[in-house]
């Protein structure tokens, strides 16, 4: 008794009405959120598959240096006073040429 008295206040069964918000809601998700973040990977995954040998790269951390050596997952980079340091390919942030070039 009391869940028709419910039912009859909100408006009946107005599927149209809670399926129209929903949708709405995950297409505004999709394009504001996963998108920019699929799009963002892409690109890394493009600059990081274009890097070779002598190019001077930042990582994330910060660090400037270039690289000496590659492997399937890592890059061993040479920083300042010829230290090598071995770091994943997911950790390179930009290459050092394309960061000082100035944007028009």
Not at 21 to 41: E, N, S, T
Not at 53 to 78: M, Q, Y
Request: charged share 20%; aromatic share 6%; proline share 3%.
């Amino acid at each position: 008794m009391i869940s028709t008295v419910i039912l009859q206040a909100a408006g009946g069964n107005n599927l149209m009405g809670t399926i129209i918000p929903m949708v709405l809601i995950m297409v505004v998700f999709y394009f504001f959120m996963i998108r920019p973040q699929v799009k963002k990977a892409k690109e890394h995954k493009k600059l990081v598959g274009e890097l070779g040998i002598g190019d001077k790269i930042v990582t994330t951390a910060g660090i400037h240096g270039k690289i000496v050596g590659s492997n399937e997952t890592t890059f061993l980079i040479e920083v300042e006073g010829g230290t090598k340091i071995r770091f994943d390919k997911s950790a390179i942030s930009l290459e050092a040429t394309k960061a000082a070039a100035p944007k028009a």
